[in-house]
């Protein structure tokens, strides 16, 4: 998904208090977390809109080398989002 694409959906998720995760109107927001009353999901809300584009638009890159560094900033994401997630299964595994 490209950033203005991500940012439309992020816009309105926020707008109507949407879970990103099952497009849920089931968000009970806190302080700065929300959990969805359908699937259980706990959220980092507001979200936060990415902000690579306005890095990238500035560095004047063709589409291809943008791609490639939104690609790798994707990757980074997802193994950064599977090694927190291991890591909060082991500390509730050691502290049960």
């Known amino acids: 998904m490209n950033y203005k694409k991500s940012y439309e959906l992020l816009k309105h998720l926020l707008k109507e208090k949407r879970c990103k995760i099952c497009n849920a109107e089931s968000l009970h927001v806190y302080e700065h977390v929300a959990k969805c009353k359908r699937c259980g999901v706990l959220l980092n809300f507001p979200y936060l809109f990415p902000r ?18 939104q ?24 502290a049960a």
Do not use: P
């Not at 690579?52 to 560094?69: N, S, T």
């Open 52 to 69: 690579e584009e306005d890095f990238l638009v500035r560095l004047k890159l063709d589409e291809a080398a943008r791609e490639k560094r």
């Open 71 to 94: 690609t790798t900033s994707m990757d980074w994401h997802v193994k950064s989002g599977h090694l927190n997630h291991e890591n909060f299964t082991h500390m509730t595994l050691f």
